[in-house]
């Protein structure tokens, strides 16, 4: 098997896939409630929060779309803080269900400026929520949401989270921080194929959904709450990925969460250090440099689509490329959920061999 | 393991499970392409139809919300032909979108009387679709659907159908029939876990979904087409059951669809007259019973939940219970998908060694 070095779907363990090879069972019967609520309440566990976390069938974007229509109506005004392609989605999808945006974006490969938040905030005295990408995938860049939650809590403003591809691999305390709903998917930090997204809501996100307007039926969390107080989806979950998501919390809790952390922050670091090393650049201001996905910028006569053409096809490793207006101006190695030391020396090992071969003159 | 005999999720071929222990690929890379498009050709074929077919991760219950905010804009006039929980739940979403839904609903039970539709559109001249249930899974009641899309297509309006539970098991020709919007999903007859649906889409759905205003982002087929012509889905989409999906394709086209619309017929015949033997009381009107789920109401002392109980903890056997105001009245028998004539003789033999322990007085 090739090696998986893209930010999701990321590699899924041995004993994760043979959970995947589980008969299907009763959706409505008393074996899968044990499984949904054993990994409900393992799930908090990861968020570090006391608040309902609502396991949903569909992928990342689904969650995303999830958030904002069951907290928001046609009208309201929120801010988006966008640092790449899924801030910018995060905005898009608002923009649809009719919410007003004002719109705070940053560079692609910065960090959003807790200042210019703070002053966008003020200048808006009338927002209601702010959405913002903790871990933004397509630039490698973590949002500090330590010091951004802050300012919106300060602000007394319902703050939405893209914790999609950050959640169960960098810290995000959400009841420490104040998020009132926070997004993630089991194909990322999770070690999980694609296929359920997981969100926190807090008390005044559920107050605030009592009487917003946004249609929603699919993604309703009231439902999902209501069914899942007696151990069911109102819909038909995706069992498959919940059978191997119980196998994978036994993992994670067992690995402990600090552990984890502390493993994709040394990844991370390593990434880093030994792309640096082979005379390449970073594409991610250093300061925001995430440690779950790291970009490289295109220098040097690097030809990032043909880099990672001879990777995939001469060298076994699978990288990404760059994402929308990113396209052929990057290329991106995940390193996140289920990584190795060695695996990551190897992905090293292999760029070095694969380089000369690009116009790469590092 | 226990035999599930529930309307989905349906038992899973060995073959089958095997590829969902698959490790994950780049869902933006060469090898997905071919499972998308081999998928995406296959269904076609079982769809029987030259439409478009998306493949969107989800259960069916997202395929019909996704089926709905498509094509229709808030205000626009629909007829609900509902005969079950699963075609109210169809006008709930298209309420909850903006639709003015106008019910022509039959008692449960039945299946929807053509002449009584037909004269509901002629009493509804600015009705733009009509949302029908194929096959309702809550009764086990399949529609005369060849006559009343002929009624709906005379009409010259947009035909929504529910297939859920029928495609891929009962013959449902698309493009013979006319359907404008087909909606299955990947755990009824499709033998692969739940977690996708397919939704067929025809040329004057496309057209009217042009101007379409409900709203739509994580459900928008114009995406997902855009994004299928390259061999990719807009969102990282349901890996593992694309896999499963792959492989139970070639077991479906193998056996062939025609013999499988058979193999369901005979089935459904079986349990019918296995039930009736029995003494038992079918729910379902018997011109419209359905060959992929069968009712059997609480009839001569007869209590369903504990029949349930006994078959599941006796008998390993697992049966459905009655959903919303049928809870308590009926049991049902599911057989759709991978399903073998002597299941259903040891599914028979277990419910007569059941019932005289559950009150009933056959």
């Known amino acids: 098997m090739p090696q998986l070095r893209i930010p999701g779907p990321t590699p899924i363990p041995e004993k994760v896939l043979q959970a995947q090879g589980k008969q299907m069972i009763n959706h409505r019967g008393p074996e899968f409630k044990i499984i949904l609520e054993s990994c409900t309440a393992r799930l908090k566990q990861v968020f570090q929060t006391k608040n309902d976390v609502l396991v949903l069938t569909g992928s990342g974007t689904g969650g995303m779309e999830a958030s904002l229509v069951n907290v928001l109506s046609p009208g309201d005004k929120v801010l988006s803080v966008s640092i790449g392609v899924f801030g910018d989605r995060y905005a898009r999808i608002a923009g649809i269900f009719g919410a007003e945006v004002v719109n705070c974006n940053f560079e692609y490969g910065q960090g959003a400026d807790p200042g210019i938040v703070r002053d966008a905030i003020k200048a808006n005295p009338d927002i209601k929520a702010v959405l913002i990408t903790h871990n933004e995938t397509s630039t490698g860049v973590t949002n500090d949401l330590e010091t951004l939650s802050k300012i919106v809590k300060d602000a007394g403003l319902l703050l939405l989270v893209d914790a999609i591809s950050s959640m169960g691999a960098l810290p995000l305390p959400v009841d420490e921080w104040g998020c009132d709903v926070v997004v993630s998917a089991s194909q990322k930090g999770w070690m999980v194929a694609p296929g359920l997204c997981f969100v926190s809501v807090s008390e005044a996100a559920w107050k605030t959904g009592e009487t917003a307007r946004m249609p929603r039926f699919y993604w309703d969390f009231a439902q999902a709450r ?137």
Chains 1, 2 share one sequence.
């Not at 995706?238 to 998501?245: I, Q, Y």
């Not at 992905?347 to 694969?354: C, I, R, W």
Request: net charge neutral; hydrophobic share 40%.
């Open 226 to 362: 209501a069914f899942s107080e007696k151990g069911q989806t109102p819909w038909t979950p995706g069992l498959t990925e919940f059978f191997a998501l119980d196998i994978a919390l036994d993992m994670m809790l067992k690995e402990k969460i600090e552990n984890i952390f502390a493993r994709h922050a040394r990844i991370g670091q390593m990434v880093r250090d030994g792309v640096k090393a082979l005379g390449l650049e970073l594409f991610a201001d250093p300061r925001y440099a995430s440690n779950t996905v790291t970009s490289v910028a295109s220098t040097k006569g690097l030809d990032p689509k043909l880099l990672i053409k001879i990777m995939r096809e001469e060298m076994g490793v699978v990288l990404a490329g760059g994402q929308q207006t990113m396209d052929g101006k990057i290329f991106r190695i995940g390193h996140l959920g289920f990584v190795s030391d060695d695996e990551i020396k190897e992905t090293l090992d292999a760029l070095k061999k694969a380089l000369p071969k690009t116009g790469f003159r590092g």
